[in-house]
């Protein structure tokens, strides 16, 4: 019986060893011919696949970029070819080289996956995103790393199960929320509460469906309490003051400062609403703090009034007009709880100074009970 010709590196050790990693020219070409060879004969015995196994793991390390571009290409298609050498092949730092076997191999070690998930770049993660042996820990790591690419594919898998954690992880990318928050609510895996807690995420009709939830909620509270008004957040007039001044004559920095000192938001965050947000959750901000109307008018104007059109103006007072106080700081509560850094929260998730900053009581914070109430409500009034 023909066996494979090639010829079998010796195994040494010492200088003999050392000798031959330094000279990246012993392995010239061979694994490659040896490769193409393995390829071309439809079936192998164990012995052939033995010392071809053998072979490769001692040679790729010193086989050159495009040779095992190649080699990757002719031994995914062959079914005798040693798992070892495909998952050599996957776990290779070349793209190139990895990506067919992650393609088309019929099985990797989940080690294998996580590493060239979290490596990339995004062509090996679409690979990666339709294997079916990937576990809910490449998926993880998917989630978190891929773009917008590898999150559509991710999503229009029917047999992943989309568990609360991945979500939460979607929920924390702007771009990807922006982009794909209307397939998570159509697949029933983004919930109000996530919603009101990455508002700042969401695109413009998700917003408005956050800030009807947060209605909602506010509306249970009450009712859970039995009072017939919600408490109203009055927060300091010198503090009202404060803001206001430095929104008209201070600039979008300092009034981003003064607005993070006030709610006990991180500055980033207040940055973030002022500069580059589309106005509604400053908008939200300024209700909850208690601005009138025409001192939340020209604040928006000031901050807002450059880059946006006047219908987006508009929109932004109708937001301040409509939405109660107590949706509006069940919102901020929210951000709170999310924005801020877990070393810098207290018990109850707020920072220290934000009561002081008030001259009444603020409203109930919302329960787990709430959400999940919460939560029944819409699914009957969405899904029937």
């Avoid at 033995?50 to 190649?70: G, K, M, S, V, Y």
């Avoid at 001259?359 to 914070?365: I, L």
């Amino acid at each position: 019986m023909n066996r494979l010709s090639v010829p079998l590196p010796e195994v040494s050790s010492g200088h003999e060893t050392a000798r031959r990693q330094s000279s990246p020219s012993h392995a010239e070409g061979v694994l490659l011919a040896a490769s193409e060879l393995f390829a071309g004969r439809e079936a192998h015995d164990s012995r052939d696949k033995t010392l071809f196994r053998e072979l490769a793991l001692n040679l790729l390390p010193q086989t050159d970029e495009n040779d095992r571009r190649h080699i990757a290409c002719h031994l995914v298609r062959h079914p005798a070819t040693p798992p070892e050498i495909l998952a050599a092949l996957a776990a290779d730092e070349d793209a190139l080289t990895a990506y067919p076997v992650l393609r088309n191999a019929p099985s990797l070690d989940e080690d294998i996956l996580a590493a060239q998930a979290e490596r990339g770049p995004d062509s090996l993660r679409k690979a990666i995103a339709e294997r079916a042996d990937a576990s809910p820990k490449v998926l993880e790591i998917l989630a978190q790393a891929g773009g917008p690419d590898v999150i559509a594919l991710l999503l229009e898998r029917a047999d992943i199960d989309l568990d609360e954690a991945m979500v939460s992880m979607l929920c924390k990318r702007p771009d990807i929320l922006k982009r794909f928050g209307k397939d998570l609510v159509d697949r029933k895996v983004l919930t109000s509460s996530q919603m009101l807690t990455h508002f700042s995420r969401l695109d413009a009709s998700l917003r408005q469906e956050a800030i009807a939830s947060a209605e909602l909620a506010s509306l249970i509270n009450l009712t859970r309490s039995g009072s017939h008004k919600p408490a109203r957040p009055v927060f300091k007039q010198s503090l009202l003051k404060r803001l206001h001044h430095s929104a008209l004559t201070g600039g979008a920095e300092q009034f981003a400062q003064e607005l993070s000192y006030a709610l006990g938001l991180p500055e980033s965050f207040t940055r973030e609403i002022v500069a580059a947000d589309s106005g509604e959750t400053l908008s939200i901000c300024l209700k909850a703090l208690g601005f009138t109307d025409a001192k939340a008018s020209q604040i928006l104007v000031r901050l807002l009034g450059e880059r946006l059109p006047l219908k987006g103006m508009r929109d932004l007072l109708e937001v301040f007009g409509n939405i109660s106080h107590g949706a509006a700081m069940l919102l901020v509560n929210r951000w709170i709880g999310e924005e801020t850094p877990h070393g810098q929260r207290t018990s109850l998730s707020e920072p220290k100074h934000l009561v002081q900053n008030q001259e009444t009581a603020r409203p109930a914070r919302s329960r787990d009970a709430t959400w999940q109430e919460l939560d029944d409500i819409e699914k009957l009034l969405r899904f029937g």
